[in-house]
């Protein structure tokens, strides 16, 4: 499939587009010559078997990316990427957030059934309005709470008790839909 990879972005560059989509094409690597793409708005490598995001590090116009479904540890790759709005990043094996703090624009984050404990670099995003956290191993939320954009959040499967998702909930007033079935 890295063929069919290759011939997309092929298209891509010839026709400028400000979109691509690499997803379930089974790769275990992103071809180099994505990273030559530096117009791109909108990718998705969802549902391949990526362990790495280094080929999209030079595309820093992406507002738009979608790396659900894959063995991804890490989003260090994602680091200078500050016109990032949606971010869907699910079902993966991110163990760190790091590289979002910077994200003052992100709107979405999808972050579900990761390995996710530390959500301090997460404070900072104050423009987020929805935020999937489920299915990790999240116990302290307290950086959450400076979140008060959020309208949308799920802290479901996580090791949280009532008591600390309640004080969330009166800390989060703008919240439309809050998801927290499953608690201890």
């Not at 260090?76 to 971010?87: N, Q, S």
């Amino acid at each position: 499939m890295q063929e069919e990879a290759k011939k997309r972005i092929a298209t891509c560059r010839k026709e400028q587009r400000l979109w691509l989509d690499l997803s379930g094409l089974n790769l275990q690597e992103l071809p180099a010559e994505l990273g030559e793409l530096v117009w791109l708005e909108r990718l998705s490598v969802s549902r391949n078997q990526l362990d790495s995001l280094d080929a999209v590090k030079p595309l820093v116009r992406l507002h738009k990316f979608a790396c659900t479904k894959n063995r991804i540890s890490s989003i260090e790759a994602l680091k200078g990427m500050k016109h990032m709005k949606f971010l869907f990043m699910g079902e993966n094996e991110i163990t760190d957030l790091e590289a979002l703090k910077n994200m003052k624009g992100l709107k979405k984050l999808a972050a579900h059934h990761n390995q996710l404990s530390d959500l301090l670099p997460l404070a900072s995003l104050s423009s987020l309005v929805y935020l999937d956290l489920s299915c990790n191993s999240i116990e302290d939320v307290e950086p959450v709470k400076s979140l008060q954009s959020l309208l949308w959040l799920s802290l479901e499967g996580n090791s949280l008790d009532a008591q600390t998702m309640n004080m969330l909930e009166h800390s989060l007033k703008g919240l439309a839909v809050y998801r927290t079935t499953g608690l201890r």
